[in-house]
Each structure stands twice: as C-alpha cells, then as structure tokens.
C-alpha cells in the first residue's frame, strides 16, 4: 500500500513537471539581415551585376524573369 502510494505521488509529480512551460524571449541576432543587392561571393555572381547597385539587382531579377517567361518565347 505504502508503495503504490509513492508510486502515485512520484508519477503524479512528473506529470505536473511536464506540463509546466518553459519562457520563449526573443533575442536579437547579432548582426542585422544585409540587403539583397550588397553582394555575395564572386562565383555566385552573375557578369554585368555590381554588388551594392540596386538598380543592376532589380534589372538582373527582371532578365531572370523574362527567362521563365512563356509568353515571351
């Protein structure tokens, strides 16, 4: 009896721990997210983009674009 009894305190115990929630924070990373024109490494680079130009990042897209486009076939 004594030690169905402990046994029912001790499983009840550890199906209480379980239900108990852990704290989620946020953290902040260490450095921010870099824009998508700012560059990578020079064999992912495609000839006639400038890292860091906006404007030759979003004419690249487009070309890239174009290329998937059917109706432009």
Known sequence: MMRSAA??????????AACGES????????????????????????????????TSWEQQLRARGQKQNDYSR
């Open 23 to 54: 704290p989620q924070n946020l953290t902040q990373s260490k450095k921010p997210d870099a824009t998508a024109y700012s560059g990578a490494a020079k064999v992912y680079m495609v000839s006639g983009w400038t890292a860091g130009d906006k």
């Open 7 to 16: 046994f029912v305190m001790l499983s009840l115990t550890g199906l209480l």
